[in-house]
């Protein structure tokens, strides 16, 4: 089992920085590809970044490329997105998530089997 727990968000205006954590526990969580994803009221959830076991690959959805990053601390246990340049279509509740079963970064919530509980991002205009 592996237990996912997030922090970081919050109520930030415009333009304005915030930097999520998503501390993991468990079996051998620091060995799992990672990703973040989130989920605005009335839509879908949506994939945002992803990151490998070593953290030298991710991937960033073009609509937070060049304004999020995502990162790793694996002696921490720890995934990382910094989220800067922060805009009103951002506003989402946003969930970790860890792959246990895979050795590279995946894009789709499905291939995910461990998930956070959310915590919530509101960027006020």
């Known amino acids: 089992q592996v237990q996912l727990v997030e922090s970081g968000g919050g109520l930030v205006q415009a333009g304005g920085s915030l930097r999520l954590s998503c501390a993991a526990s468990?079996?051998?969580?620091?060995?799992?590809?990672m990703g973040w994803f989130r989920q605005a009221p009335g839509k879908e959830r949506e994939f945002v970044a992803a990151i490998s076991r070593s953290g030298g690959s991710t991937y960033h959805v073009d609509s937070v490329k060049g304004r999020f990053a995502i990162s790793r601390d694996n002696a921490k246990n720890t995934v990382y997105l910094q989220m800067n340049s922060l805009k009103p279509e951002d506003t989402a509740v946003y969930y970790c998530a860890a792959d246990s079963r895979g050795s590279t970064w995946k894009s789709r919530d499905y291939e995910y089997d461990y998930w956070g509980q959310g915590t919530q991002v509101t960027v006020s205009s």
């Open positions: 468990g079996r051998t969580s620091s060995r799992y590809p």
